[in-house]
C-alpha cells in the first residue's frame, strides 16, 4: 500500500523559511517522478515543483523559482521542498504526489497516480 506523508507545514512571518518533508512507502521511490502542489481555499491545485527520480532534474512554477528547492534522499525515500523568503500568497495546503514515471516528472495534476493528505503552510503579513 502506497503511502506518502508530508510534514514541516507551520505558520511563518513573511520572509520567514519552512522545509517541507514527504515520506513514502509502498512504492518503487527511486522509479518515481515526485512533486510538490499547493491549493489555498477556493482555488484550484497548482504546480510548484517537481523532480525526477534520479533527482537530476528539477521544475518550478515561475512563481517559487529562485526560492523553493525541491530534493530528494532516495535512500531515505523521503521528498523535500525548501522554501525561503516566504509570501502571504504561498499561504496553502501543501500535496505531496509521486508518478510511476522514469520521464520528464509531470507538471499537471493528472500525471500523478499517488497523493498525500496535505500539510498547511501559513504566512502572515
Known amino acids: 500500500q502506497v503511502q506518502l506523508v508530508e510534514s514541516g507545514g507551520g505558520l511563518v512571518q513573511a520572509g520567514g523559511s519552512l522545509r517541507l518533508s514527504c515520506a513514502a512507502s509502498?512504492?518503487?521511490?527511486?522509479?518515481?517522478?515526485m512533486g510538490w502542489f499547493r491549493q489555498d481555499r477556493g482555488k484550484e491545485r497548482e504546480f510548484v515543483a517537481a523532480?525526477?527520480?534520479?533527482?537530476?532534474?528539477?521544475y518550478y512554477a515561475d512563481s517559487v523559482k529562485g526560492r523553493f528547492t525541491i530534493s530528494r534522499d532516495n535512500a531515505k525515500n523521503v521528498v523535500y521542498l525548501r522554501m525561503n523568503n516566504l509570501k502571504p500568497e504561498d499561504t496553502a495546503v501543501y500535496y505531496c504526489?509521486?508518478?510511476?514515471?522514469?520521464?520528464?516528472?509531470?507538471?499537471?495534476?493528472?500525471?500523478?497516480?499517488?497523493w498525500g493528505q496535505g500539510t498547511q503552510v501559513t504566512v502572515s503579513s
Open positions: 523532480i525526477s527520480g534520479s533527482g537530476s532534474c528539477t
Open positions: 504526489a509521486a508518478a510511476i514515471n522514469l520521464g520528464r516528472p509531470p507538471v499537471e495534476t493528472y500525471g500523478y497516480d499517488y
Open positions: 509502498g512504492m518503487p521511490f527511486s522509479s518515481c517522478a
